[in-house]
């Protein structure tokens, strides 16, 4: 899929599914074109700050990572980029947005004091959402002093799949608490870019039902309050065990076919007579043949959840599991995939 189109690209996903590391593997994988990226967090969890090994990040846009397309293991004209990051703060985010509206400079500062922050964004949460969205759409759209894009793309690691579409459809969250004036204007302008080409959704999901399902049902709200889908980024995918016809095997009664090719493979030992190895391998027959079962369901059920997300009609990349865990090495792995299967 060709996103060259697009500047802001907004991940999502269920909980558990990975989101915050694809949405970093997606960021390093913009950059290695030669880009300058900006990856944001939303959430206040400092997810991106671990990712990189890094101390927790201020409310300031900074640099983490200069990524080449060498180092993501691609072939081709060698270029290079950096990744900045933001984790957006909501209480520093209203005081810059009151003092951009408002001037209230020193003012600010005060309400910060008494608790007008909280307040604000608790008894209007949809304000809330403007501003983190507003900061996002911003930075996308942000031109520097020689009129060009600060950034070359812009990756929002956003909250989980069930409350995206609210969060993302700020005009409806805000349409009953103003209907003009700077905060109306300010959604008008964040779904400006939200509902535009520039921006594209992408849905992190694993190959289980619940996932899967969440995510079929996060793309339906998407098209309906008319958000761009972008692709599926399926996560954690591990490779096959057995092949077809061992899995065909864990299927029907084939005891004596793989007690036979284990004692030709020598776990019988080698010296002893013939019945003795087949005496020796039995008892592993039936821990094999309930591990080949539980593999081969695992299979099917994995063929199954392909075939709905599949249904959904677009653009679908698949990430191996990682044994321990995801490293940097892990992310840069991760990102190089996305590279060479179009995502970036």
């Not at 990051?85 to 008494?114: C, H, N, P, S, W």
């Not at 608790?122 to 520097?144: F, M, Q, S």
């Not at 459809?169 to 964040?190: D, K, M, T």
């Not at 994995?302 to 709905?308: G, K, M, V, Y």
Request: aromatic share 4%; with cysteine.
């Amino acid at each position: 899929m060709d996103w060259e189109g697009v500047r802001l690209h907004v991940v999502s996903g269920k909980g558990g599914t990975g989101k915050t590391t694809l949405a970093a593997a997606l960021a390093l994988a913009l950059a290695a074109e030669g880009r300058r990226t900006l990856l944001i967090e939303v959430e206040g969890r400092q997810g991106i700050a671990e990712l990189f090994g890094i101390a927790a990040l201020p409310y300031e846009e900074r640099r983490v990572a200069s990524v080449s397309s060498a180092q993501l293991g691609l072939s081709g004209p060698k270029t290079s980029g950096d990744v900045f990051a933001l984790a957006i703060d909501t209480e520093q985010a209203l005081l810059e947005y009151l003092d951009m509206f408002y001037k209230l400079g020193r003012a600010g500062k005060a309400l910060q004091k008494v608790g007008f922050v909280d307040f604000a964004t608790t008894i209007a949460p949809g304000v809330r959402d403007v501003l983190l969205t507003g900061k996002a759409c911003e930075a996308a759209r942000r031109k520097g002093p020689d009129g060009r894009r600060v950034y070359d793309a812009v990756v929002m690691d956003a909250p989980p799949t069930g409350r995206l579409t609210r969060f993302l459809n700020v005009n409806s969250e805000v349409a009953g608490l103003a209907r003009f004036g700077p905060i109306h204007s300010q959604a008008q302008a964040v779904m400006g870019v939200l509902k535009s080409p520039e921006t594209a959704v992408h849905l992190v999901t694993l190959l289980e039902e619940m996932p899967v399902q969440e995510t079929v049902d996060g793309f339906t709200e998407l098209r309906e309050a008319g958000l761009p889908a972008g692709g599926v980024l399926v996560n954690m995918v591990r490779p096959p065990v057995l092949d077809a016809a061992a899995v065909a095997a864990a299927h029907g009664d084939h005891r004596e076919e793989v007690a036979q090719a284990l004692v030709e493979a020598g776990l019988g030992g080698r010296s002893r007579s013939a019945a003795t190895r087949r005496t020796a391998v039995e008892p592993l027959l039936d821990p094999l043949l309930a591990q080949a079962m539980e593999h081969s369901e695992r299979v099917a059920l994995e063929r199954e959840q392909r075939a709905e997300l599949a249904a959904l009609d677009l653009p679908g990349y698949e990430l191996p599991l990682l044994s321990g865990g995801v490293d940097l090495g892990g992310l840069y792995r991760l990102a190089g995939e996305l590279k060479r299967q179009g995502a970036a």
